[in-house]
Nanobody, 114 residues
């Protein structure tokens, strides 16, 4: 099992980024994938989930309406489109496979600053 995040970077407040999580070693179509964020000196917190059936999506309140989780099963990739970014969105973003004891990617850094 492998999950590899990319797409992070430095962006100004109000800007957008799209993160990608390329997966391998398991069947994405039958898996639940989540995105988490770990801000500096804080715990890792859940942001969004995409489920297997009908691509149901769930969000934490702080990102609902600004972030969109999606998946392209043909590319074995899950995305997190982030709009209207705020300085408090700064952190390392991780994708997570909700199976067995769980699998994490290595993370990608997002910095929102002017």
């Amino acid at each position: 099992v492998q999950l590899v995040e990319s797409g992070g970077g430095l962006v100004q407040p109000g800007g957008s980024l799209r993160l990608s999580c390329v997966t391998s070693g398991f069947t994405l179509t039958t898996s639940v994938i989540k995105w988490f964020r770990q801000a500096p000196d804080k715990e890792r917190t859940w942001l969004a989930t995409i489920a297997t059936t009908r691509h149901e999506k769930y969000y934490t309140d702080s990102v609902r309406g600004r972030f969109t989780i999606s998946r392209d099963d043909a590319k074995n990739t899950v995305y997190l489109q982030m709009n209207s970014l705020k300085p408090e969105d700064t952190g390392v973003y991780y994708c997570y496979l909700n199976r067995d004891t769980g699998y994490w990617g290595q993370g990608t850094q997002v910095t929102v600053s002017s």
